[in-house]
């Protein structure tokens, strides 16, 4: 079994889509080890994605994700981090197969509802940025 790191972005949660994201993850199988809502800074959101820092969507990705609300979470499953990235469907929501949380809910390639972890490493790393080891169950 392993873990993957997610968040119901700012979009999703303006539009009511909490509840109906978190019930696809469950039903998919995972669990919740950790889960919280937080309003991030442009700063910490800009922290967040400082990998991306060089890209030409930066400066509106760090914008987008200190809108409003986010709900970050853990999620346990065996083969967490490819399977989380099946459930949610490709970054751009026109891409996204039936069935994925963005195919769903996303409505454009920067306003996509989800993030999930790209490799083990990475689900460590980001899931330690919201959570200390006291609040993962
Ligand atoms: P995450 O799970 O959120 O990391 O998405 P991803 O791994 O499918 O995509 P990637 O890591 O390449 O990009 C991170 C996030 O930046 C995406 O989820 C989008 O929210 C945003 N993003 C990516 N490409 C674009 C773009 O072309 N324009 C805008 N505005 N945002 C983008
Ligand atoms: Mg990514």
């Given at each position: 079994t392993?873990?993957?790191f997610?968040?119901?972005?700012p979009?999703a949660t303006?539009?009511?889509?909490t509840?109906?994201i978190?019930?696809?993850?469950?039903e998919?199988?995972?669990?919740?080890?950790?889960?919280?809502?937080v309003?991030?800074?442009?700063?910490?959101?800009?922290?967040?994605?400082?990998v991306?820092?060089?890209?030409?969507?930066?400066?509106?990705l760090?914008?987008?994700?200190?809108?409003?609300?986010?709900?970050?979470?853990?999620?346990?499953?065996?083969n967490?981090?490819?399977?989380?990235?099946?459930?949610?469907?490709?970054?751009?929501?026109?891409?996204?197969a039936?069935g994925?949380i963005r195919?769903?809910?996303?409505?454009?390639?920067?306003?996509?509802?989800?993030?999930?972890?790209?490799?083990n490493?990475n689900?460590?790393?980001?899931?330690?940025?919201?959570?200390?080891?006291l609040e993962q169950?």
């Amino acid at each position: 079994t392993n873990r993957t790191f997610t968040m119901i972005k700012p979009d999703a949660t303006e539009k009511g889509n909490t509840g109906g994201i978190l019930a696809m993850i469950n039903e998919a199988g995972f669990r919740i080890v950790a889960m919280k809502m937080v309003h991030l800074s442009a700063a910490k959101a800009g922290e967040f994605y400082a990998v991306h820092k060089e890209r030409p969507f930066y400066g509106e990705l760090v914008e987008f994700m200190s809108r409003g609300p986010i709900t970050a979470a853990i999620l346990e499953k065996d083969n967490a981090v490819e399977d989380f990235r099946t459930l949610i469907g490709a970054t751009n929501p026109a891409q996204a197969a039936e069935g994925t949380i963005r195919k769903k809910y996303a409505s454009s390639i920067g306003e996509n509802a989800v993030h999930g972890s790209d490799s083990n490493e990475n689900a460590a790393i980001e899931g330690a940025f919201f959570f200390s080891q006291l609040e993962q169950f």
